[in-house]
């Protein structure tokens, strides 16, 4: 059982390792359904507003062309591929209920799943290594406790547990490369949907990294910014295939203060955040909207919508490489071509070719806003 | 090639001089919601602070009925004052929690009234020193503690010369001496010197604003700020999904009674700060009806507050009656934050972007 957590309606779990390293039976959610849709093609996806208003998560090809279009009931936020690349997942942006599971191959038919009575998502979630399970941040709005929601892909999603995300306003979430790892950004903002998006202590932030077992929810590590940091809110994340996370930061101090909003992380090691050119720091007013690394792994591409920046950094020296400028630009997915592909809040995907390297328009339509992340599978 | 490099130079110099206009447009904004809007706000609060703290220094001195009846009715005064200050969510007001200080609301876990009924117990001594108290939990700094003291459960005892009741006024002495100061401080951030300097001077070298967009941008935002605090905040918690759910408690100075007129004169405030900066300067002819708008709608806002007036609090979210007044009420902030963040920002070239919303 969870330690220490699990009493009155809170619902524990642990997943067995047989469980979470065994493939488990065929359902409807699970490979094998439908095994050649679009296989071999390379995906993204991400949630968007459309020129009449309404809210949908759509999948998209590397020329950034749709492939399909999923209405939301409500603004999303980030998509999430299982493993295998057939599933893909869209939690509500915060404070929303509502989360899309649809299949990639029109294996079956576009489902909500809500969150349970008392949580409200934040936007993001994670599957498993090997794809049974779906792990998204939930508000345990009530207690002011952050949550990690368990739902079993082999049972429809049914949500069959939760574990402590170890701080508050869990937002981002991924798995290790060991596959037995959880780490996710607590951003320590708490809200509550009664106050809709008001920030309620602001005083008394206290963000950080937890890494927690995917086992038994147990507590592995937790990563904090020192005291006078403490409003530096950790957001974003990437795992790079060596494990060490790299996360964006919001500050939420002064607008006369430019603390470094990018820093990256190994489990057991203090957290080192990075150095930018002083003429930058201050054009990224204090806000980091999507971080993530290229296929290599030797590159992140970190967006500033605010500053109408993405810059990029070697993962390997810790340099900061170059930036280059993209209005409201917030989406960073990986291609296939170590490059990157970048959405923005004013309708446009482009390229990089070779990060940071030139940026090419591949698609543009002003009437739609591409929303905070895109993903990959492929 | 030379009629070209003339057509050039024209081309450039129309250009650029047409964006110097447009900067000096956006640049007038600014200046006038700082002259007529700002700096009157900032030297009133702080005047009317520092007379809430002679006055509570007064009752502590003398305690008496008539000192008492004039420390409420100046605490609502500081209050009138501090509703215009509210509105300006940006800069010295969310520097070092200056606004939880001064208003540390919602408390949605009644930290404030935990604090100071442990004070009440405790005596402690430090809690009664302002060099002291200044370290001790913001809750303590601000107008929740302070109407708690005066308006609270047992409040008139503090005309009666016990001990609990010296140092519940001592207390009260002790909270306003710092709300007066942090209302000082907050005046002098606000000055030519200080964060002024910033607001009014848009420049690629302002660590700041860089455009002369941005401080305007900042006060449509501080604008809608306000309206979502209003109804997400102030009204929509209390009120409830329906009768069931209704939690007068939750409202905001329901104490003193000044539940509905604060959130009035933040409207009211709100309305003076969009019309003295001339905001519809920025509107061409063909939008100009969103300036009319935005007025007209503050102005049925206003009318809609005016029915609430008198009204207890418990009665004015617990009756039907006024529930359908609150949720008109709710319905004409929505208009106008729809008008203020989408209508009038796109029209005045100052649209928030889609990916830059806090909190994602």
């Not at chain 1, 915060?94 to 934040?122: D, E, K, M, Q």
């Not at chain 2, 007025?295 to 206003?302: G, H, P, V």
């Amino acid at each position: 059982m969870l330690p220490g957590y699990l009493s009155g309606s809170m619902h524990s779990m642990e997943i067995s390792r047989r469980t979470l390293l065994a493939s488990a039976t065929v359902s409807l959610f699970m490979t094998g359904k439908c095994p050649t849709a679009r296989a071999g093609t390379v995906q993204f996806a991400s949630c968007r507003r459309e020129v009449n208003g309404s809210f949908s998560a759509v999948l998209l090809d590397e020329a950034g062309q749709d492939l399909e279009v999923f209405p939301l009931q409500g603004r999303g936020h980030d998509v999430a591929f299982s493993p295998d690349g057939r599933i893909l997942v869209a939690p509500a942006r915060r404070p929303g209920n509502f989360c899309l599971v649809a299949s990639t191959s029109n294996s079956f038919a576009p489902r909500i799943i809500t969150a349970p009575i008392g949580r409200h998502f934040y936007g993001h979630g994670v599957f498993s290594k090997n794809g049974h399970f779906y792990f998204t941040t939930e508000n345990d709005f009530e207690n002011a406790i952050g949550i990690i929601g368990i739902y079993d892909v082999n049972r429809g999603f049914m949500r069959i547990g939760e574990y402590r995300s170890y701080g508050v306003g869990p937002h981002d979430i991924a798995i290790l490369p060991d596959g037995k790892t959880i780490v996710v950004a607590n951003g320590g903002i708490e809200t509550h949907p009664d106050y809709g998006r008001a920030k309620l202590n602001l005083p008394l932030m206290k963000p950080s990294l937890a890494y927690i077992d995917v086992e038994n929810g147990n507590q592995v590590d937790l990563a904090i910014l020192h005291d006078n940091l403490h409003k530096l809110s950790i957001r974003h994340l990437t795992v790079i295939a060596n494990g060490t996370v790299w996360f964006g930061c919001q500050f939420q101090g002064s607008k006369l203060e430019s603390p470094a909003l990018i820093g990256h992380h190994r489990m057991g090691e203090p957290i080192a955040m990075t150095h930018l050119p002083d003429e930058l720091a201050g054009q990224l007013k204090n806000y980091i909207g999507s971080i993530t690394g290229n296929s290599a792994g030797d590159i992140v591409a970190a967006s500033a919508p605010r500053g109408n920046l993405v810059l990029f950094w070697n993962t390997v020296t810790g340099a900061y490489l170059g930036n280059k400028s993209m209005k409201d630009g917030c989406g960073i997915a990986a291609t296939s071509d170590n490059g990157f592909l970048l959405s923005s809040g004013s309708g446009k995907i482009a390229a990089t070719a070779i990060s940071p390297g030139s940026l090419t328009t591949l698609s543009s339509r002003p009437d739609i806003s591409w929303d905070n992340h895109m993903t990959n599978h492929g | 090639m030379r009629v070209l490099y003339l057509c050039l130079l024209i081309l450039t110099l129309t250009s650029t001089s047409a964006s110097a206009n447009e900067n000096i447009a956006y640049d007038k904004i600014a200046e006038r919601a700082f002259i007529h809007y700002i700096q009157p706000a900032v030297k009133k609060f702080e005047a009317e602070t520092s007379v809430t703290s002679l006055l509570i220094g007064a009752l502590c001195e003398n305690p008496d009925q008539k000192g008492l009846t004039s420390v409420r009715q100046q605490f609502k005064r500081s209050l009138k004052a501090w509703s215009a200050v509210e509105i300006l969510r940006f800069g010295p007001l969310i520097t070092d929690n200056n606004y939880e200080r001064f208003q540390f609301y919602p408390d949605r876990k009644g930290l404030a009234l935990k604090i100071i009924r442990r004070a009440f117990v405790s005596r402690a001594p430090d809690l009664i020193n302002p060099e002291l108290l200044v370290n001790k939990s913001i809750v303590l700094h601000g107008f929740g503690a302070l109407e708690y003291i005066l308006f609270g459960a047992n409040s008139d005892t503090l005309i009666r010369e016990t001990p609990q009741a010296i140092y519940r006024c001592a207390l009260a002495r002790t909270i306003s001496i710092i709300m007066s100061r942090n209302a000082a401080t907050l005046r002098n951030s606000w000055s030519s010197k200080n964060f002024a300097r910033f607001f009014l001077n848009p420049s690629v070298t302002n660590p700041i604003y860089k455009t002369s967009r941005e401080p305007v941008a900042e006060l449509i935002k501080t604008l809608t700020t306000i309206l979502q605090a209003a109804t997400d905040q102030k009204l929509g918690p209390p009120l409830g999904k329906d009768r069931k759910f209704t939690r007068p408690k939750l409202a905001i100075f329901y104490r003193s009674e000044q539940t509905f007129k604060s959130i009035q004169n933040n409207m009211k405030n709100a309305d003076k700060l969009f019309q003295s900066a001339r905001f519809d300067q920025l509107l061409d002819e063909d939008s100009h009806w969103v300036s009319t708008a935005i007025t007209t709608e503050f102005a049925n806002l206003d009318r809609l507050l005016n029915k609430l007036h008198g009204i207890p609090v418990q009665e004015a979210f617990l009756e039907k009656k006024h529930r359908v007044t609150i949720s008109l009420i709710r319905i004409s902030i929505a208009v106008l934050y729809d008008h203020l963040k989408n209508t009038y920002a796109n029209a005045a070239g100052l649209l928030v972007g889609f990916n830059a919303l806090d909190g994602d």
